[in-house]
């Protein structure tokens, strides 16, 4: 049998350093922890360039 997983859970904090994955809104918007991960609010900047609408399937 296959053994179970293990699920940790944790405060967030922000990564220092690498690739973050963060989720948008359908009007593209970001939560707490999204803006918290992007500072130099590049994702905000990136948004309309990328015609980005946080629509099922949407990417940038």
Known sequence: ???RP???FA????????SVF??????GGLGDAAKACDPA?????????ADF???FGGLV
């Open 6 to 8: 293990s699920i940790a």
């Open 41 to 49: 609010k590049t994702l905000e900047r990136a948004f309309p360039v």
């Open 22 to 27: 963060v989720l948008a809104a359908n009007d």
């Open 11 to 18: 405060k967030f904090a922000a990564p220092k350093k690498g």
């Open 53 to 55: 609408s946080g629509k």
């Open 1 to 3: 049998m296959t053994p």
